[in-house]
């Protein structure tokens, strides 16, 4: 059974702070992606990575940064947290089959 | 780049009724379409998928439909339960050329009253 979990449920930080995700996934699966979930909006792609060291932006990187230096831990860096990026964070991996797994969410609220 | 619209937002049935989710894409090239459903506190979980090759795809209650010519694709859910009660994404991919990218719709609230 795949397993993603991801370091924190909740997080409080401040504005400017530096924050890190974390990701981890069992599966040995390529594929691995973050993305933000705000209410009317869905999910949307901050960044993926479909090996190690590689990494491509989704569809909102502005703000953000990834690293990806094992196979199986994939990271979201907020390099100066500001309160627009109060937000749910998912993470998800995938293998061969396309079928994304997620793990439990973080949420992240900055003051 | 891909775009995926969804609709209702919101869906409000009684149990045992149907329930309908629409969702049309823009990328002619996809042709992988998930939904994903998730429950409150929860992540989402893929429930059912089709890929463009086939135009329908059943699992016990859940079926989704693919026209591919007009680039929309739906889930019905038959005979709703309580536990249906969800938010439910779709979604679209390019499939094994895109790394697994997935597009997601806005999503929608489904809420079924006993």
């Known amino acids: 059974d795949v397993k993603v979990t991801q370091s924190s449920r909740y997080l409080v930080k401040r504005t400017g702070e530096k924050v890190f995700l974390e990701c981890v996934q069992d599966m040995d699966h390529e594929n691995m992606f973050w993305y933000r979930q705000d209410p009317g909006l869905g999910l949307r792609l901050i960044y993926f990575?479909?090996?190690?060291?590689?990494?491509e932006k989704g569809d909102i990187p502005e703000g953000y940064s990834v690293s990806r230096e094992k196979k199986e831990r994939f990271s979201l860096i907020l390099e100066s947290a500001s309160t627009n990026q109060t937000s749910m964070y998912l993470c998800?991996?995938?293998?061969?089959?396309?079928?994304?797994?997620f793990g439990p969410g973080t949420r992240l609220t900055v003051l | 780049g891909e775009n995926v619209e969804q609709h209702p937002s919101t869906l409000s049935v009684q149990e045992g009724d149907s329930a309908v989710i629409k969702c049309t894409y823009s990328d002619s090239a996809s042709n992988y379409f998930p939904w994903y459903k998730q429950e409150l506190g929860k992540r989402p979980q893929l429930i059912i998928d089709i890929r463009s090759n086939v135009g329908e795809k059943k699992d016990q209650r859940i079926a989704v439909t693919l026209n591919k010519t007009a680039k929309h694709f739906s889930l019905h859910i038959t005979e709703t339960q309580p536990e249906d009660s969800a938010v439910y994404f779709c979604?679209?991919?390019?499939?094994?050329?895109?790394?697994?990218?997935?597009?997601f719709g806005q999503g929608t609230i489904l809420t079924v009253h006993p």
């Open positions: 979604a679209a991919s390019k499939g094994g050329t895109s790394y697994g990218k997935l597009t």
């Open positions: 990575s479909y090996d190690v060291k590689m990494k």
């Open positions: 998800a991996s995938s293998g061969l089959t396309d079928t994304q797994y």
